[in-house]
């Protein structure tokens, strides 16, 4: 019996402040967004990507609210699998669905880690094999594996501390590099070279990404102290506090760089952009807080993943494997995460890392508010237009950016059709297996006998 209660998760209600959950949605909004994205952005869409940004903002704003709507009702620390399983039951696009969500956050987390060991690689002159830039990357994953062992109090204790600094430190940075500016004017004219609109709405998908750490707020769920008012207040003041950010940065970056330069330091954009307006003060100061931002995001995204993963195996929606380690499930889903994320970190740069992301996050995204529109709208009082519209805000998004990337890359587009088969191929596989079958009859037993 005792091994059979060290085998199941462990959440602590009620163990996350308002605060604290704030921080853990901004530390994986913040840390990818404005670090790595700008440049990628840039290259994109040219001049116009402090509006792409702005673009941006308004799909995850139509899009929050079928988050916001469902958290209200059914605060889960299990987050986007159960607000899936709502929705879809006990089926096959429950599991792929959420299985696509989970890859997007690993991918999100290996985004951080490869953008630290960039930032950092800085301070001595680059890495132009990228060979330093993946051992920072990877270490700083360990490193935030070891914190999320210790606990939520541990997470929520750096992630705040953290929060605090990057955040300040990045308004800081925006503020002083538009008054240093010698202009603010922006040359629109300016756009990629694929087409204005196919770039733009290609750029638009990037930003996404950069806010769609809000939902480590969802998956925070029923850990959050008032959950029913909390995750939903959280997700909103994470949202506005990232767009003013992110704005003010843009502008600050477009200010102090040529498009030409923002395209070429895109890895450590803001960086580059510190140098013209403060010398190499400005660098250090950047590179800092590019380093906390970062390290901040990937322990609040480890933090979130693993658990979303450990509900899914609880909901025999996922095969799992103890591989003979201790603990409960939530700590061997912990150490599947950082492994998965510590192989992305190590062989995928940060373009097609990003392009994986938003392809399942976007797909993913689609799917929620489908299930709000189509199943749950009585339940959680929706309002069924708004989820309308974010359908199709996402599907002009992801066209748009599938479209620019089968003219630039159409291997990673290939990579993300074939992942995503194959989730969708072992997920049916799994879900009629006999294994499971026996599972959820020894679940149901167990039930019984209590």
């Not at 840039?42 to 673009?55: D, E, R, S, V, Y």
């Not at 959420?98 to 690993?106: I, N, R, T």
């Not at 003219?407 to 587009?413: E, L, Q, T």
Request: aromatic share 10%; charged share 10%.
């Amino acid at each position: 019996m005792s091994n059979e209660q060290d085998r199941t998760s462990r959440y602590k209600e009620g163990s996350l402040t308002l605060s604290g959950t704030v921080m853990l949605g901004t530390g994986v909004m913040i840390g990818a967004g404005i670090f790595a994205l700008t440049g990628q952005m840039a290259q994109m869409a040219g001049a116009l990507f402090p509006l792409a940004f702005l673009a941006a903002a308004i799909v995850i704003s139509f899009s929050a609210y079928s988050y916001i709507k469902i958290s209200n009702a059914y605060p889960s620390a299990g987050g986007i699998g159960m607000y899936l399983h709502k929705a879809y039951g006990d089926r096959l696009p429950t599991a792929f669905n959420a299985m696509l969500m989970y890859f997007s956050m690993v991918i999100a987390q290996s985004f951080l880690a490869r953008t630290f060991g960039s930032y950092t690689m800085q301070l001595f002159g680059g890495d132009e094999g990228g060979q330093i830039v993946s051992i920072l990357g990877v270490s700083l994953i360990l490193v935030a594996f070891v914190i999320n062992l210790l606990g939520n109090r541990w997470v929520q204790g750096v992630a705040s501390f953290v929060g605090i600094l990057k955040i300040g430190g990045i308004l800081a940075f925006g503020l002083v590099g538009v008054w240093l500016a010698d202009s603010l004017a922006v040359d629109f004219s300016r756009s990629g070279e694929t087409g204005v609109v196919g770039n733009f709405l290609g750029a638009t998908a990037l930003g996404i990404l950069a806010f769609k750490g809000f939902t480590t707020i969802a998956n925070s769920g029923a850990e959050v102290k008032d959950p029913h008012r909390n995750v939903g207040r959280a997700i909103v003041i994470s949202i506005a506090a990232c767009v003013v950010i992110y704005t003010l940065v843009g502008f600050a970056v477009a200010s102090n760089l040529s498009l030409a330069e923002i395209i070429e330091t895109r890895d450590y954009s803001l960086a580059a952009a510190a140098r013209p307006a403060l010398g190499d003060y400005g660098l250090w100061f950047t590179v800092a807080i590019a380093m906390m931002a970062t390290a901040g995001g990937i322990l609040a995204s480890i933090f979130a993943v693993s658990r979303m993963l450990a509900m899914l195996t609880e909901m025999k929606l996922v095969p799992h494997k103890h591989f003979r380690m201790p603990g409960s499930i939530q700590k061997h889903t912990l150490v599947y995460t950082v492994v998965l994320g510590v192989v992305l970190t190590a062989f995928f740069d940060l373009s097609r890392i990003a392009a994986l992301g938003i392809v399942f996050y976007l797909i993913m995204d689609i799917s929620i508010h489908w299930g709000v529109l189509r199943y749950l709208y009585q339940d959680v009082k929706a309002t069924r237009w708004i989820p309308a519209v974010a359908i199709v805000l996402d599907l002009i998004v992801l066209g748009g950016f599938v479209w620019v990337k089968m003219n630039s890359d159409p291997f990673v587009i290939g990579v993300a059709v074939a992942t995503m088969i194959v989730i969708a191929v072992g997920e049916q596989l799994f879900l009629k297996s006999s294994a499971r079958n026996k599972a959820m009859k020894s679940d149901e037993s167990n039930a019984h006998s209590h």
